[in-house]
């Protein structure tokens, strides 16, 4: 691994992520482009990817099979005269009667690349999309390294979005390793960074709201004690002058 592996990742290093993730290369290609570690690639696109609004769901929810784009089944609505794929059909819900019926599930955003970058379905996809444009992730990280000098690394906005998510949870009386095990994704941040935050009062529930913290006592704050000692004349600077005082004389 070279010298520079451990530096933080570039606005240059960035758009080359993107191109490359565009080329659908492979997650050890580019990490070895960059020199930087597969898990600092990772984890560079998924803290840092945008979400993308959602597409209309009404086509997708009348059909939402895996095979729809492919399927030649027909007659399913028992009509002697529609010839018409029912797949395409809009008055029959054929994943209903159709027995070749897959559920159809996108598992692209639990493995590399976590992007829909290139997804063909990427247009018309009713799920979450998201995508990772170089230029927007290097704003992105810019401002986050800003505002965890500031204090807390978040934003009122997105404080208010985790708010909803945790505080009814928490008000329930579920742990916060409970909720962040659940709800990972959404919250996007490592559970100690949770425990920061419920601390420092940033949500509505509290410490109070742990059923475990509020039996645990204050942690006693060590005292600075300040060294007794006089340490007048006895510094290092002292022993030279006394040894070349007395350099000539035998010890």
Not at 32 to 51: P, Q, Y
Not at 138 to 154: E, Q
Not at 198 to 211: K, M, P, Q, T, V
Request: proline share 3%; hydrophobic share 30%.
């Amino acid at each position: 691994m070279k010298k520079d592996s451990y530096l933080r990742i570039t606005s240059t290093e960035r758009s080359k992520i993107e191109e490359m993730i565009n080329e659908n290369t492979p997650l050890e290609v580019i990490a070895g482009v960059l020199g930087k570690s597969a898990t600092s690639i990772s984890r560079e696109v998924k803290r840092n990817r945008i979400k993308l609004g959602l597409v209309s769901r009404s086509k997708f929810m009348r059909n939402p099979c895996k095979m729809r784009k492919e399927c030649k089944v027909k007659g399913l609505c028992k009509r002697k005269w529609c010839k018409k794929l029912c797949a395409k059909c809009e008055f029959v819900f054929c994943h209903e009667k159709c027995e070749e019926y897959v559920q159809w599930y996108c598992d692209v955003l639990t493995r590399w690349p976590y992007v829909c970058n290139r997804c063909k379905w990427y247009s018309t996809c009713p799920e979450q999309r998201y995508s990772y444009k170089g230029v927007r992730a290097d704003r992105t990280a810019s401002s986050r390294a800003s505002l965890s000098r500031k204090g807390l690394a978040i934003d009122k906005t997105e404080a208010a979005r985790i708010d909803k998510i945790v505080t009814p949870l928490l008000k329930k009386r579920q742990s916060p390793y409970h909720i962040w095990q659940n709800h990972k994704e959404e919250l996007g941040f490592s559970l100690a960074t949770f425990y920061t935050y419920i601390n420092a009062g940033l949500f509505d529930a509290g410490r109070i709201d742990l059923i475990r913290a509020v039996k645990f006592k204050p942690r006693k704050k060590r005292r600075f004690t300040k060294d007794q000692r006089d340490l007048s004349k006895r510094t290092y600077h002292d022993y030279l002058i006394l040894m070349e005082a007395y350099c000539d004389e035998e010890l």
